[in-house]
């Protein structure tokens, strides 16, 4: 009797052991957190899960991935925050500036990678450029103001005033008007802004631009890109031609954008994700811009919008929209 | 849920208790259905980020933020007392044009306290994970202040904005200016929502200009929970239900996030807490129920 | 105590609407008196109360209470020297606060309010003394909500409340009208009661006319927005139902209409 329940005892215990000592070794976790559903932003989660998976790191062979969404509420980015750094992954990914913020002031130790972030450094994440010597890297989604100025003046070179949309509320779309602010007029640009705080805005700011300005410029604010059908239809009208800066908004109406491609920059992020999680640490890599650009453009859009794109422009371009 | 889910829910949920306390002095004391949180969460977490951020003391950039949101509280007095608007109508004027004014204030959409000092960051007592210090600087936090606020309404004064709320036309038969007990009481509770937002702020690594979006539901959820928990009619009561209804509004969100071994998703959340809420609005029907069968 | 002058008042001027509800309404009351206010519906009684204690304010006229001229203020500017009991029994009080809440209330009617507490020991001494003469164990209940009380209890306190204070016009807004008879009575003899203990300046609108006669030293009778009768002393004593109405249709020389005064 004794004999039967310490040998019941003795089976229980090894497999319990054996359970532990199963928990691989090689298990390693990702958790990955947005602060709101969107394409630009699902595009860039889908691209680290794509470059876990080609260095090997699958669900399959034991990743622990999470994701979880804020759903645009900052309270909620605090919670998220804190679930993670509970639940101790190696490594933690925040997409967009506020999820970053929370994430990188709830936690010193786990490493964070941030991405599409247009600049880490006034949100505070790093210290500055170059390894930050604390757990925070990332890859930003910054674009280099100059090469788009230089592509709105191929796509209207009588141009004298440009105008811009924007989301006063989105940290990334006032930087950048900040610097186009100073930058347009050394080529001898204006810049006329338009504001629109919510979604159902974007179309009266551009309407409040028609007949103030030649073309209309806009960058990844996430207003613009949710409603940019919006634009289009202003642009169309009154025959304002739409520069973007996200390729994804050429097929839906933009002349051209030299963007990011935000599923590449998941994956430049992922590839940070692969080295920490190969024991990197994230005060030592630095900080990354995205590393390629892309010129998309749509002549049927063109055409529509009362403009004739050079041939080199067309020639020079990454994706022709048809 | 992991230990550090549970002090972070604690956390978020007392800086909301704050956010309910406010609710609960214009919704129901006052019977003014007051919108300006919205407006006023975030002007207290601007005012006192931006003046962080210049260098001055975080006690003393939190006190102004909280003033601040107070007097953006009475002005939508003002707006309903003096220039006679609907009090519903004068508490969204006040909403948009904090959105505005919270742009100014903060000269950005954004402004980052990471790196700052904070009232956590002085008040952080060595040995104490900065996890648990905070949660418990605000509970001594949340606690004084609803003891103070159940004395002030046993005073002289509290009992006018009381009955202000309860039946103006007998409030004012009785002496009592109800025009100026609208204002103190909206200062009152719109202050209390800006230290919530200042606090926010300095807890959560700074201060966005979305992040007073939702706030009056998450007051008028922490309230509805905390009556119907423990329902009561005297005051002192009340004031201590609607923080731990506040509290627990967050601890469903939490449970929320880690229902993903249900099969759910991250899109899932707001109907997993709304769930979450709605049980437990109907545990104390469930409860009568149970009781009354039991008499029969 | 009481002095109004050529009080006018007209609502919605200038439209089809247009209803004078106060033509050179006069009325003087010294201190002490018992008067009874009777009147058809539209004969101006709740105006002309409304009046007094500042819910309306007169076109043209002037009132003045203890000598000073209150014609132009507020409800609560008033509130020291006026004293009401509203005709809804839930109007008077604050239904969610407790009973000692509404007597500390009424105690600082007119008052400064200050952050001392609202409710001391030395007060529920005094709630207790007097809410024991209404016998109604209510002196037992003061934690009670008073929206747990019937509209008769509530009327009680609420003439309690009334007189808590001193002051110099006690107005009574058809108070025992929302109640049934044997409330009503038990009110009335309450109101008596108090007045009588207090000696309080009191005007009581009625909408009977036995009530008028019975209770109070002088009954004045209102008529589209003035006075038409006013008797006291020993013509008031031998007065009896009939004969006021007789003195009216004298006076006014057509029938009274309004059988709600008849028949109450």
Redesign the interface.
């Known amino acids: 009797m004794i004999l039967h329940s310490a040998l019941r005892s003795l089976v229980g215990t090894a497999a319990v052991v054996g359970a532990l000592a199963a928990a691989p070794a090689q298990a390693q976790s990702v958790a990955v957190t947005s602060i709101v559903e969107h394409p630009a932003l699902d595009a860039v989660k889908d691209g680290v899960h794509e470059a876990l998976a080609t260095a090997g790191y699958t669900e399959a062979k034991g990743l622990k991935w999470q994701f979880q969404t804020a759903q645009g509420n900052n309270a909620i980015a605090a919670q998220i925050a804190r679930k993670f750094v509970g639940d101790k992954p190696d490594v933690i990914v925040a997409i967009a500036t506020p999820t970053s913020q929370a994430v990188v002031a709830a936690t010193k130790t786990i490493p964070v990678v941030f991405s599409a972030v247009t600049d880490p450094v006034a949100a505070q994440l790093v210290p500055g450029t170059g390894p930050s010597g604390i757990n925070v890297t990332g890859v930003s989604d910054a674009l280099p103001l100059q090469k788009q100025i230089d592509l709105i003046r191929k796509v209207v070179p009588n141009a004298k005033k440009i105008g811009m949309v924007y989301n006063p509320g989105e940290a990334n779309s006032v930087v950048v008007v900040k610097q186009l602010r100073e930058l347009l007029p050394k080529a001898g640009l204006t810049l006329v802004e338009a504001t629109a705080p919510r979604t159902v805005d974007v179309g009266a700011a551009a309407r409040s631009l028609v007949g103030k300005v030649d073309a209309i410029y806009t960058n990844t604010d996430n207003n613009v890109v949710s409603a940019y059908e919006a634009l289009v239809k202003v642009g169309e009208a009154a025959k304002i031609p739409l520069i973007a800066a996200d390729t994804d908004s050429v097929k839906r109406g933009a002349i051209a954008a030299l963007g990011v491609n935000y599923h590449d920059l998941g994956v430049q992020t992922g590839q940070l994700v692969v080295k920490i999680l190969k024991g990197a640490k994230p005060g030592d890599l630095p900080w990354e811009t995205s590393s390629k650009l892309e010129l998309y453009v749509n002549p049927g859009a063109a055409a529509r919008q009362g403009v004739t794109l050079p041939d080199s422009l067309i020639k020079s371009a990454t994706k022709v929209v048809k | 849920m992991s230990v550090y889910s549970l002090w972070g829910s604690l956390e978020i949920g007392l800086i909301f208790g704050l956010v309910a306390l406010g609710v609960l002095i214009s919704f129901r004391v006052l019977n003014f259905p007051d919108l300006t949180v919205d407006g006023s969460f975030p002007l207290g977490g601007a005012a006192a980020a931006i003046l962080i951020h210049h260098g001055y003391d975080p006690f003393v950039a939190t006190g102004i933020g909280t003033l601040a949101a107070g007097f953006a509280g009475v002005i939508t007095g003002w707006l309903n007392v003096r220039l006679k608007i609907m009090d519903l109508l004068a508490s969204i004027l006040m909403m948009i044009a904090l959105y505005s004014i919270n742009l100014r204030v903060m000269d950005a959409p954004n402004v980052p306290l990471i790196t700052e000092s904070t009232v956590f960051t002085v008040l952080q007592p060595a040995g104490l994970h900065d996890y648990v210090a905070r949660p418990l600087i605000l509970l001594v936090l949340v606690v004084v202040v609803k003891l103070v606020l159940d004395w002030?309404f046993?005073?002289?004064?509290?009992?006018?904005m009381?009955?202000t709320g309860?039946?103006p036309?007998?409030?004012?038969?009785?002496?009592?200016?109800?025009g100026n007990m609208v204002l103190l009481g909206m200062g009152i509770s719109n202050a209390l929502c800006g230290l919530a937002g200042a606090l926010f702020a300095q807890s959560q690594g700074g201060a966005d200009i979305s992040m007073g979006i939702g706030t009056i539901v998450i007051g008028l959820a922490a309230v509805i929970i905390g009556e119907s928990i423990l329902p009561s009619?005297r005051l002192a009561i009340t004031t201590l239900a609607v923080v731990i209804g506040a509290v627990l509004y967050r601890f469903f969100v939490a449970l929320a996030l880690n229902a993903d071994f249900v099969g759910l998703k991250a899109q899932d959340l707001n109907l997993v807490t709304a769930v979450l809420v709605t049980v437990a609005l109907v545990i104390p029907l469930i409860k009568q129920r149970l009781r009354r069968k039991r008499v029969e | 105590m009481l002095s109004a002058q050529n009080l006018e008042l007209t609502f919605n001027p200038g439209t089809p609407i247009e209803t004078q509800a106060l033509r050179g309404m006069s009325l003087d009351i010294p201190a002490g008196q018992f008067v009874t206010v009777i009147g058809s519906n539209g004969a101006g009684k709740s105006t002309f109360l409304n009046a007094i204690?500042g819910?309306q304010t007169v076109d043209a006229g002037s009132i003045l209470i203890d000598g000073e001229d209150v014609t132009r203020q507020?409800?609560?500017?008033r509130?020291?020297k006026?004293a009401?009991v509203?005709q809804d029994p839930m109007?008077?009080?604050?239904?969610?606060?407790t009973i000692e809440?509404n007597m500390?209330?009424?105690l600082?009617?007119?008052?400064f309010?200050?952050?001392?507490?609202?409710?001391r020991e030395e007060m529920r001494v005094l709630f207790r003394e007097r809410l024991a003469m209404l016998g109604l164990g209510l002196e037992r209940r003061l934690t009670d909500?008073i929206g747990l009380l019937s509209g008769g209890q509530r009327q009680a306190v609420s003439l309690l409340m009334a007189s808590l204070r001193p002051s110099r016009i006690l107005l009574l807004d058809e108070h025992t009208a929302a109640l049934d008879p044997r409330t009503a009575k038990f009110v009335l003899d309450l109101t008596e009661r108090i007045v009588a203990e207090h000696g309080l300046t009191t005007m009581m609108v009625t909408h009977s006319m036995r009530q008028a006669l019975d209770v109070g030293d002088r009954t004045v009778m209102l008529h589209q927005g003035r006075v038409v009768l006013d008797v006291s002393g020993d013509v008031r004593r031998g007065l009896d139902v009939p004969d006021l109405l007789t003195m009216f249709e004298r006076v006014r020389g057509e029938e009274l209409a309004d059988d709600s005064l008849l028949l109450s």
Do not use: K
């Not at chain 3, 309010?113 to 409710?119: D, M």
């Open positions: 002030f046993a005073t002289q004064v509290g009992l006018a009381r009955s309860s039946n036309r007998m409030a004012r038969s009785q002496g009592i200016r109800t009619r | 204690s819910e507020p409800v609560w500017d509130a020291h006026v009401r509203f109007a008077g009080t604050c239904e969610n606060l809440e500390s209330l009424a600082g009617r007119g008052q309010r200050s952050l001392r507490l609202a409710v909500r």
